[in-house]
C-alpha cells in the first residue's frame, strides 16, 4: 500500500505519478493506453424505508451532500412478491459521477473515509473484478466529512463502483493500489 500525500490532488497524482510508473512498468507505449477511472457510481438502496418518506428524502439529501449532485431513483425491473416489491416501483437512489466531481469524491473517499471506518483491516482484492472495475461496500455513509454523525437518523450502507479502462483484474487492482486504496496484500 502506497503512502497517499494528503496535500496533492488525486488527480494531479494520477496525472503526474501515476500514468509515467505505468508507462515505465509496463510495455505501454502511449499514453491513452494507461487505465484511468472512467466514472464512480454511488447507489444506496431504499427498499425497506419505502413506506417512511422522510427516511427516504434524509437518504436523497445525504447521497446529494456526499455526492455534489442529486441523486435518481432506480425503479424495480420486476416483481418480487416475497420483499412485497412490483415492478416499477423505486427500490434504491443512484449517482453518476464524472471530471472534477469524480475526483474529488475520490479524494474524500481514500483520504477521509476510509480511514474513519471503524476496524478498518483494509479492502479486499478481490474487490476488482475481472474487468477491472473496482466495486466498494462502505456500511454506514456517516464516515463521510459531509455527514455529521450526531444528525443522522437513518444509518444506510452504500456501493461504490469506479469504472476503469483497466482490462483484467490485475491491471485494476495495480490502479487500485496506486491511487490510494488501502488493498489487502494477496497471501
Known amino acids: 500500500m502506497e503512502k497517499v500525500d494528503v496535500n496533492i490532488s488525486l488527480k494531479e497524482l494520477y496525472r503526474t505519478n501515476i500514468v509515467p510508473k505505468i508507462l515505465e512498468s509496463s510495455k505501454k507505449k502511449n499514453v491513452c493506453a494507461v487505465p484511468r477511472v472512467v466514472k464512480v457510481v454511488i447507489n444506496a438502496g431504499i427498499g425497506k424505508f419505502l413506506k417512511e418518506e422522510s427516511r427516504v428524502e434524509e437518504i436523497v439529501q445525504s447521497i446529494t451532500e456526499i455526492a455534489g449532485q442529486k441523486p435518481v431513483f432506480t425503479k424495480a425491473k420486476k416483481a418480487i412478491a416475497g420483499f412485497k416489491i412490483r415492478e416499477g416501483l423505486p427500490v434504491g ?83 487500485a493500489r496506486m491511487l490510494g486504496f488501502p488493498l489487502q496484500s494477496s497471501h
Open 93 to 175: 437512489v443512484m449517482v453518476t459521477l464524472r471530471g472534477e466531481r469524480m475526483w474529488s469524491f475520490l479524494d474524500r473517499l481514500i483520504k477521509t473515509a476510509f480511514p474513519r471506518v471503524r476496524d478498518f483491516q483494509g479492502i479486499a482484492p478481490s474487490v476488482v473484478d475481472g474487468n477491472g472495475h473496482i466495486n466498494v461496500g462502505i456500511r454506514e455513509h456517516s464516515v463521510f466529512p459531509e455527514i455529521i454523525p450526531e444528525k443522522v437518523q437513518t444509518p444506510f450502507s452504500l456501493q461504490i463502483t469506479l469504472v476503469t479502462t483497466a482490462h483484467s483484474q490485475e491491471e485494476g487492482q495495480k490502479l
